[in-house]
């Protein structure tokens, strides 16, 4: 018996070895003081400090009494009218916010499935909340590496309360349906009776690509859906929370479901001022950030040892493999930081083995104070591959 229990523990050390990748939620000391000391950074908003995210909350901003009034009635008021609905809610969380609304949908209907993307975030993030404390039954649809699709969908043959999607797709490097497959995927749903629920923690992203593509507004695609739910700190930089549009009972409905999440705190107002000021200074801003995005895939395209998910790039987000041992690149980082100042990734989103790595890059003000080239020259250096004639410049501003 003490033989092999020491052959269990010995497995288990080998097999904690071999992940390489690091939690998510996980946080390294030394890194980010690292990070502190850089002065330009590759991803998103630069790095996220109190006083920058404070500086968020304007003078003056009246406050709220548990949700009520104040600066978070303002920005519900405007969330709603960007989206083209009759109301929003404020939530501290998305986990509570997208549980309850699914709860509210399901209770509404005669089933208690839910169809998703196998990468949805309630599935892999967060401990499946849906079924453990709603009662909910997860429906995963199509292949976890493919966007998820009509046809994926037509192999569903079972009654289903709510489809949910995603847009963008952040597991798939940002990847966005085109208007006529996303009208498609919810007029199944509709066909069945089924709510369809929005997933668009980075909708604000998306913006660009249907306004672009397909001249369709932000208030055209919630259009589509039943209910929409959108954050604050992804993509935009606030400090936290987020909201949920819909129509007015549902949003009556889903505040009930707030207030027994424990979601109706006395005051939120610092963090729908933040939300506030995020979203009327950076909304504006996705066109150049996706303009940016499309500028960097092409400057990296043909870059060895460096592939970009997807291709062609569909919002101001990628996936980036390296093919390069992650300490390695570990070490190129620290170097690049330390010689550059410019801080690049932290952490790999996934490894995906000995010699394959890959990265999240999310494109926002920090972002596009790198130009194209150079930051081709920064993934030539991380993935040890030679940038050609490219050289490491600052952009001018």
């Known amino acids: 018996m003490p033989m092999a229990r020491e052959n269990v523990k010995t497995k288990r050390s080998q097999c904690a070895a071999a992940s390489k990748t690091p939690p998510a939620f996980s946080r390294d000391v030394k890194l980010e003081a690292l990070a502190a000391s850089c002065t330009r950074f590759l991803v998103g908003h630069g790095r996220r400090s109190a006083d920058e995210l404070l500086a968020t909350i304007p003078t003056g901003t009246e406050i709220d009494y548990y949700g009520i009034g104040g600066v978070v009635t303002e920005l519900e008021q405007e969330v709603a009218s960007l989206l083209g609905k009759q109301a ?86 940002g990847t966005l349906p085109s208007w006529t497959e996303l009208v498609a995927q919810v007029t199944w ?45 992804k993509g935009l930089g606030a400090i936290a929370g987020c909201c949920v549009a819909g129509d007015t009972d549902v949003i009556e409905e889903l505040s009930v479901w707030r207030t027994r999440h424990g979601g109706r705190a006395f005051g939120m107002w610092p963090y729908a001022a933040s939300a506030l000021s995020a979203l009327r200074t950076r909304l504006p801003r996705m066109p150049a950030y996706y303009r940016h995005s499309l500028a960097i895939a092409e400057a990296v395209r043909g870059l060895p040892g460096v592939e970009v998910l997807p291709d062609p790039v569909q919002s101001p987000m990628m996936h980036l493999r390296f093919s390069v041992d992650l300490e390695v690149l570990r070490e190129r980082v620290i170097e690049i930081a330390r010689s550059e100042k410019v801080w690049t990734f932290a952490r790999p989103w996934v490894s995906l083995g000995p010699k394959l790595q890959e990265f999240e890059l999310h494109v926002g003000d920090a972002t596009l104070e790198l130009n194209p080239e150079e930051i081709r020259h920064l993934f030539a250096r991380l993935g040890g591959a030679p940038a050609g004639r490219t050289k490491a410049r600052r952009r001018r501003t």
């Open 189 to 233: 749903a509709r066909d069945r009776g089924a709510a369809v629920h929005l997933d668009g923690a980075r909708l604000w992203d998306a913006s660009p690509f249907y306004k672009v593509r397909h001249r369709r507004s932000l208030a055209e695609v919630a259009g589509l859906f039943d209910t929409v739910y959108v954050s604050f700190y």
């Open 88 to 173: 929003a809610l404020f939530f501290p969380t998305g986990t509570m916010a997208q549980q309850a609304t699914l709860r509210v949908h399901a209770d509404r209907r005669s089933s208690r499935s839910v169809a998703f993307h196998p990468a949805c975030h309630m599935e892999t993030n967060e401990e499946r909340g849906y079924q453990r404390l709603h009662g909910l039954f997860g429906v995963p649809v199509g292949p976890r590496d493919e966007p998820l699709s009509s046809p994926s969908l037509s192999q569903v043959h079972e009654p289903i309360a709510a489809l949910l999607l995603e847009l963008p797709q952040r597991a798939l490097g």
